[in-house]
């Protein structure tokens, strides 16, 4: 992924593709890509910020759009490095760039682009809280004024 | 399945194997067995009792005990037949006997004893609801005292 | 949907909700939105057939692109309605508009565009076969000529 | 789990709880356990060898049977510890002892007996290879001779 502005770093996610992931085309089933897309936003935003902000706050996210393109098959026993990186479109949603990279991989097998946004638990869009903002705002340079 | 006073009657319910069902080895992944076998008990009790029961009354079943057998690999495209019958071990407890048939099969493929109790929303064992015990007794010939 | 000279006509599939879909947050899990419009397409397309195209001819069907819209919650117990239609893009690609629709909703839950690409096991794209489309081909009022 | 002369040392393995484990009654849908006693188990064998015995002797391993007891539900964002012991019955057939422990927790919160068996892609029994007995065998203080 190309710096960018806009952007946070990329983070790198490992996910070890079991059994469990492929299908009988001998490789991975595609909507488990989504999956590790998930688990790898998960790390970025932590998985404890994302339990409390539910227990406490009532609130949670939810992929708005995922638009994805898989590009070449991704096999059993695949240790993949899931690269991900977001920007604050606006206090309600974030939107995430991500890739899934094979071993020895010179371009990504899949790309994604995946907008998700705040919600509570009627489901109606609210805004992120400002510590939230503040805590996942200081994986950028730059200071975020949303 | 044989007849035995203690259970209900046998019933049927069909589950097509899609791409999804299967793994690389060409068969069914085994922890989706346990999935069609709760398909089956959520058609025996109803989704939209088991829905109502959750909202009104707090409560669900959770499965306590899966003990399964698997003798013969399903395929993608099978459509099978879930064989369910079972009986009320308690107020707590229901027992179940479950088994998967592939299509022109002489002996099941999977087989299962499977042990759900019913627990309210902080997972404390509570006794099934009696409006909840008619209702599933109607499956029975006899009258079922608990 | 709109009727679309392009487009086969709009098949209907029904998709029940169980525990198995949803997540802590009450709904169903997103990805899963995308095994169900697998499922209806399996069934426009026949999963016998699909057996049989892989066994015989060693082809078969790959996502390439799925762009998803979730504009809703979908809930436990929910019977949706999977809307799908789809047109040959070329004798490699198929692409399809498929959407899902809760009971009494006035809009859809969720809208979906997939490509599918045609493959043989060693996930080289190949053409599908001329029955296959001449079969698929059957759903369009107008002939297909690729 | 206590020592025991038949069994191998224990093995621990890491699984994080994430959304695609749970279900809307909070904690994890409990044929998920499965899949995590399975990723266990290709950690214990090694996903390279798995893979390796496939593609080149045609060689994998088939869940016989798995007895599982679920004690207490396990939440989101939890990291468990599953826990893997194992002895050979036969040349044919691996008998798993696991379990799965919560955070903090004093007793495990879900235990499984669970047995299986080597099969050819025709999913006929044959027996493990000499070099993956010796393998394997490496992780047991004593010599093993089936």
Same mark, same amino acid.
Request: aromatic share 8%; charged share 30%.
């Given at each position: 992924m190309k710096p960018d502005d806009k952007f946070s770093p990329t983070f790198h996610f490992p996910v070890q593709i079991y059994y469990e992931d492929t299908d009988f085309s001998g490789v991975v089933y595609h909507p488990n890509f989504l999956k590790y897309f998930e688990r790898a936003r998960e790390h970025v935003i932590g998985a404890e910020r994302l339990a409390a902000l539910w227990q406490q706050h009532g609130l949670g996210f939810a992929v708005y759009r995922s638009d994805m393109l898989c590009h070449e098959g991704v096999?059993? !026993?695949?240790?993949?490095? @899931?690269?991900?990186?977001?920007y604050f479109e606006?206090?309600?949603? #974030?939107?995430?760039?991500? %890739?899934?990279?094979?071993?020895?991989?010179?371009?990504?097998?899949?790309? !994604?682009?995946?907008?998700? @946004?705040?919600?509570?638990?009627?489901?109606?869009?609210?805004?992120? #809280?400002?510590?939230?903002? %503040?805590?996942?705002?200081?994986h950028f340079d730059q200071a975020i004024s949303l």
């Open positions: 096999e059993f !026993a695949d240790v993949v490095d @899931v690269r991900t990186r977001f606006s206090k309600y949603r #974030t939107v995430w760039q991500q %890739e899934i990279w094979r071993p020895k991989g010179t371009k990504p097998a899949v790309t !994604a682009h995946i907008e998700m @946004v705040c919600m509570n638990k009627a489901r109606q869009l609210c805004p992120m #809280t400002p510590p939230l903002i %503040e805590e996942l705002g200081r």
